[in-house]
């Protein structure tokens, strides 16, 4: 069953990844929302390691 938490949470942080990526792709350079997309996916690559490491 933990494995399977593991699985769900890796899946979910990837797409999120994902999702994150494509915002901070269209978002406008001069608007400041950049910069909190790109913290957000830094903080959702940073808990995709860790679940790659468990």
Not at 2 to 8: I, T
């Amino acid at each position: 069953m933990e494995e399977l938490r593991v699985e769900v949470l890796r899946r979910l942080a990837e797409r999120a990844l994902k999702e994150l990526e494509e915002a901070y792709k269209r978002i406008p350079d001069t608007n400041n929302g950049k910069t909190y997309l790109w913290r957000g996916k830094e903080r959702v690559r940073l808990m995709l390691n860790i679940l790659k490491e468990v």
